[in-house]
Nanobody
Framework: QVQVVETGGGLVQAGGSLRLSCAAS?????????MGWFRQAPGKERDFVAV????????SYADSVKGRFTISRDSAKDTVSLQMNSLKPEDTAVYYC?????????????????WGQGTQVTVSS
């Protein structure tokens, strides 16, 4: 059984920073493991934020977060982090970490197999 757990959400003022972490355990990792971050605001669909290929380290970002968010991995700890800088009120959402085994950097939530419970990020103006 694969478990995915996010930590690090909270309340921050606009312009501030937060760092989210995602730990995945179980029979998770293969040569094509990717780990992604998605977010969902109230009344809206779940949107892609960023993704990283676990072995290669290649990344992809949504246009709305490019230059502000950075996704990275820590192989020693089996974790993926999302560093969020210059936060805006429109970044407010529940952030989810997801894991999949795909030979490409998937940006659609339907391509992911395992999900965490989510962590709330609130950015005040």
């Amino acid at each position: 059984q694969v478990q995915v757990v996010e930590t690090g959400g909270g309340l921050v003022q606009a312009g501030g920073s937060l760092r989210l972490s995602c730990a995945a355990s179980g029979r998770t990792f293969s040569s094509n493991t990717i780990m992604g971050w998605f977010r969902q605001a109230p009344g809206k669909e779940r949107d892609f934020v960023a993704v990283i290929h676990w072995n290669v380290g290649s990344t992809s970002y949504a246009d709305s977060v490019k230059g502000r968010f950075t996704i990275s991995r820590d192989s020693a700890k089996d974790t993926v982090s999302l560093q969020m800088n210059s936060l805006k009120p429109e970044d407010t959402a529940v952030y989810y970490c997801a894991v999949a085994n795909r030979p490409y950097l998937a940006t659609s939530s339907s391509r992911y197999d395992y999900w965490g419970q989510g962590t709330q990020v609130t950015v005040s103006s």
